[in-house]
């Protein structure tokens, strides 16, 4: 297929500010569902509320719009009556772990096979520029105009602990590594959790005085490195990109209809 038939083209020009890495993200699933040849009648997409959520609405997949932070709800929903879907859940760094947090933690203990890529531009773009969960210490925002003094969430360490089977990270700068690991998270059965960092010069960058879009881009490919290089011992501050979990544990769903079945047997 080309890749214009995985798009709702009627929807078009998209709604995200010029630079945004959101666009780059929607590219890099195409590119992964395509070359992994799963039918679109196959994959069920459900997002939030959120600059990153809009990305549902140009996809030409079964799709849920819902509501801010409920995301991983209603796909928990969708992936427990119709498991052979392929659910993959699109959500910002706010949607996912401010509001959607309480979600996020449980969707991964249960080991629910679904897709969980949280796309992390630092920032609350859509209403104006808030700190989000992931902005970071000593960050500036609309609603931090002498310095956000929170701690930031570490996505993988904190997907980790809550008992995801796949964690992984990557940048918008780094499109074909983001590419494969999507392809992965996608095939693995149980909950996957892609981390992306993508940049919002509009906001973020506008805010800590990062640049333009390109210069964001630029600085992610100076501040990440892959997982288990030396310049990390140099440098404690760089950011580690790659799979960092990728583990078999039994799956909720087939756990459930197990459940069922002794059930069913009993009577």
Known sequence: MAMKDYIRERFFPHMWCAGCGHGIVLNGLIRAIEKLRISKSDIVMVSGIGCSARITGYLDFHTMHTLHGRALAFATGIKLSRPELRVIVPMGDGDALAIGGNHFIHAARRNIDITAIVMNNRIYGMTGGQYSPLSGYGTMASTAPYSNIDQSFDVVALAAAAGATF?????????????????????????????????????????????????????????????????????????????????????????YDAVIHRAMEGK
Request: glycine letters at 6%; one cysteine or more.
């Open 167 to 255: 964690v992984a990270r990557s940048t918008t700068y780094h499109i074909y590594e983001m590419t494969e690991i999507i392809q992965e998270a996608v095939l693995h059965k149980g909950f996957s959790v892609v981390e992306i960092i993508s940049p919002c010069p509009t906001y973020f960058g506008r805010s800590n005085r990062q640049g333009d879009a390109v210069d964001m881009l630029k600085h992610m490919s100076k501040t990440t490195i892959p997982i288990g290089s030396t310049a990390k011992e140099e440098n404690p501050d760089l950011i580690e990109r790659g799979i960092f979990i990728q583990k078999e544990l039994p799956e909720y769903c087939s756990a």
